[in-house]
């Protein structure tokens, strides 16, 4: 990794700016060279430690106990593979026990995309990492050995260095032809190829914690019977749940559809409302017997494809059930309540698509949906002639991609279409109705 040798040379020009105007810095004007015991651990152990610039020599390696300046000294912490320390160490004159100091050194990694040549087979490292294009995440810094081939031919045979929180792209051209073989690496090139490997050819399992709010108005169209189905209006649902995505061919099978897998999600309300109607003389809200009860889950089989590095476009389809019901006290008043608002439960096939583009860590993305509906619950059953409903969904969100880490917001709109056809007889008379849910959600979530 590289060494940001010319901050630890600002640093120590600080220090010795301070020591000319008499301050504590080692080496002012005054002389100064006392020291004290300072320990020094860090985690991972195992880490070089230099005071002032790395040409004074390494003083000790971790965890270590040194004299160390009184007074501030530039002091740069490093080990392989891990992101270099660089900050001043202040050591007081006077103290009631040796000082003792713990840096935390995290992983140094960047990202590698492989560009054009689709389908070509990725090596990197000597691993097999599935087919191109195709952009790998959490690549420990350093040099990568990368090997593009095609019907047993070499398109692309290099070390690629890897740089922190940096693209490294490799681009085959469309006329590429086989590489000759690559010499043998430097020895410190060898090191690097033999350092722990996090390179994949995409994420292998998925989990997160989701929370949506909601907000639900179903409307009647042509209502003839008002006082018996009342339009309805919801707001500040919460669901809560979790979700869990699995990359099966990338776990037992690498390189093959990398980009197939298995999604389900579970969510249910938390926060159950009371349910008040108007009273139709005096025009005051009455509480009644009925409380709101949400439910969602979902299944899905799901399959993405990276265009460029830079984009993903994905399909889907699957199984869904959302549950927007009310629960009573059982009574025969509940029980008639529930009869009057639109208790139901949707349980449709969902077949769609997702659209993103990438821009570092950051990944808008916009989805749409149909939703074949095959139940719609309680709502289904107030008419004798026939009831039909379907369904559609759209969504805007953005990812935010922090290592294995993904924090993610979305809003989106569902709107479950109703048609009715009812005899003169029937105690509910409309034509149709619509329930629109809107949603927002967060979610944070592990990748592997």
Known sequence: MRRPQVLAACLVASAAGSAAAGGPGPGNAQGNTKTSKVTIETD???????????????????????????GETPIIVEAENR????????????????LRVSFNLRPAYG????????????????????????????ILAGAHHVVLERDGKKLYDEFVE??????????????????????????????????????????????????????????????LTPTRQRNDSEGGEVLTGASVELWPTALLFPGTLPGLS?????????????????????????????????????ISLRHRWTIAGAGTIEVGAGYTSD???????????GDAQRATVPDAAYKAVRIGGRASLRFGRFEPYIAAENRLVVSGGMM????????????VQGAL????????????????????????????????????????????????????
């Not at 020895?187 to 997160?208: F, K, L, N, T």
Request: hydrophobic content about 35%; glycine content about 8%; some cysteine.
């Open 262 to 298: 298995l999604y389900g999600r579970f969510q249910i309300g938390v926060n159950p409302q009371p349910v008040t109607v108007r009273d139709s003389v005096t025009g005051e809200m009455k509480p009644t017997s009925l409380t709101t009860s949400w439910r969602s889950w979902e």
């Open 162 to 223: 890897v740089e922190v929180d940096a693209d490294a792209t490799v681009s085959v051209p469309r006329a590429a032809v086989p590489a000759a073989p690559v010499a043998s690496p430097a020895p410190a090139v060898a090191a690097a190829r033999e350092a722990p490997d996090r390179a994949r050819g995409g994420p292998m399992v998925a989990v997160a914690a989701a929370t949506d709010i909601g907000f639900r108005q179903f409307t009647y169209t042509n209502n």
């Open 323 to 333: 549950r927007y019901q009310f629960t009573t006290d059982g009574s025969m008043d």
């Open 83 to 98: 992101r270099s320390i660089i900050e001043n160490l202040v050591v007081p004159r006077k103290t009631a026990r040796p």
């Open 380 to 391: 289904e059953h107030r008419y004798k002639l026939n009831t039909s409903v379907n369904g």
């Open 44 to 70: 991972p152990p195992g880490a070089k430690v230099y005071f002032n610039v790395k040409e004074d020599g390494e003083v000790c390696t971790t965890p270590c106990t040194v004299d160390a300046p009184i």
């Open 397 to 448: 969100g953005a990812v935010i991609h922090l290592g294995h880490f993904e924090v993610r917001a979305d809003a989106s709109v569902t709107d479950y279409s109703w048609a009715f056809r009812y005899e003169l007889s029937d105690d509910d008379k409309a034509d149709g109705g619509s329930d629109l849910i809107e949603r927002i959600g967060f979610s944070i979530g592990y990748v592997y």
């Open 111 to 138: 990202s590698l995309v492989i560009e054009g040549s689709d389908g070509a087979t990725i090596k990197i490292d000597e691993r097999a990492q599935g087919t191109a294009p195709r952009r790998f995440e959490d």
